[in-house]
């Protein structure tokens, strides 16, 4: 049987006539009625439910710190913010990344992406690259492949290393907001790296995993520069 | 509208917080931001499909927020009002961008085209198989008109009739083109599954109780 054939079956067109409307929440007892009895239209429904239902599923996603980093400065800029209502602790540490110190780091850090981009298979896993992992967040870093990578990964967990070593300097909850975003992050660089190991040409998540790696550099650079002070 | 609900903060201290920022007290932004930031950061990511424009556009939008917000005078929830502007500044975003496709009325091609089948070892399920990175790539691929009223219609929660006045478009428009959004993410998804396991056979149910080959 060939695709396109089942127009000569009248129940599937029917089926294609009223299938937008069914999904919408119409009463169209025909639809259900006809997937009981055809296989490949019960596919088709099925598919299109798995499909409404797993969008549903996705997780919402974490914007990069530098976000708030320079709506607060164009903000402040603007004199939207009054002087005798200023300063949250915790917020406190996100400023950094306007400072010149994490500024420079940030270059670095932008000069190396243009590495990866400069270097297309840079984040291509091979299929014999090691498991999934539910260790720690050192191993998130541990398990990249390709030199610049590597590279990316060693620098960031340098910075992981240097954090983890003065992490009691810092207030509880300022560690807990820097906690929060790294755990984020690490899940991110694992989901990318699975995605990857099964498809090592998805683009998507190449492009996620470097800024994965990228944001989580940031976010070390600002807590790092928030420990100095 | 009925978009998923913000559990954080909750309602009155949200409302104590809008006040304070009204005032221009600095960590009642701080507080809104962290609060909203990343269904809104989602929303320009799944519309826009680029984290760089979605960055930008959060922050567009946020800075928008803030600016007026002396004028919100809570008649509609402020997520409601928020959502909305975020909409908006990616839809403006995207027309300023020259992406035609956005506009739903010229890109109606409804009724034209058979749904797809597959027939015989290419018929399998997607049911518990969809990759989220895979799910979300593809969601990025759809044009933007389809990609925007999927997005509006079965991520965020928006009904046909705000997305038509959104999108000044026609609801059975609106209805027309997530119908062919869902279709091609699942043709896209069965593709990306042929190319994982070529020449694999996965069963599929037989609900009538015969065989699909």
Known sequence: MAEGDFRQ????????????????????PFVSTHARECAFCSVLLADLEQVRFSVRQLPLQEPSP??????????????????????????ESL?????????GALSSLALLGVMFIATPSALQLPETAASASSAPQAAVVASASFPEDRELARMTQDLEDTFRA?????????????????????????????????????????DYLLTAY???????????EFQGR | MSPHSTPLPKAAAETQLIARAQKGDEEAFAALFEAHKRRVYSLCLRMTGNTAEAEDLTQEAFLQLFRKIATFRGESAFSTWLHRLAVNVVLMHLRKKGLQQISLDETDTSQEEP????????????????????????????????????????????EHNEIAEIMHCSVGNSKSQLHKARLKLR???????????????????KPNGKGLR
Request: proline residues 6%; hydrophobic residues 35%.
């Open chain 1, 9 to 28: 079956n009248p129940g599937c067109a029917q089926f294609d006539r009223e299938l937008m409307d069914y999904l919408e929440g119409e009463a169209r």
């Open chain 1, 66 to 91: 530098v976000v708030w980093a320079n709506l607060h400065a164009r903000l402040e800029q603007e004199g939207v913010f009054r002087p005798s209502v200023r300063g949250w602790g915790w917020w």
């Open chain 1, 95 to 103: 400023r950094a990344l306007a400072r010149p110190a994490p500024l």
């Open chain 1, 166 to 206: 003065n992490e009691g300097l810092l207030a509880p909850d300022t560690r807990a907001t820097y906690e929060k975003g790294l755990t984020s992050l690490d899940d991110s660089i694992r989901e990318c790296k699975d995605s990857l190991r099964q498809k090592p040409d998805n683009t998507l998540a190449q």
């Open chain 1, 214 to 224: 990228t944001r989580k550099a940031e976010i070390l650079t600002s807590a790092l």
């Open chain 2, 115 to 158: 749904v797809k089948r597959d027939y015989g070892d290419d018929d399998r399920r997607l049911v518990g198989s969809i990759d989220r990175v895979s799910l979300t790539r593809v969601i990025a691929d759809l044009p933007p008109g389809y990609r925007a009223v999927f997005v509006l219609h079965d991520i965020e929660g928006y």
């Open chain 2, 187 to 205: 043709d896209w998804l069965k593709e990306d599954r042929r190319k994982e396991f070529p020449g694999a056979t996965i069963p599929v149910d």
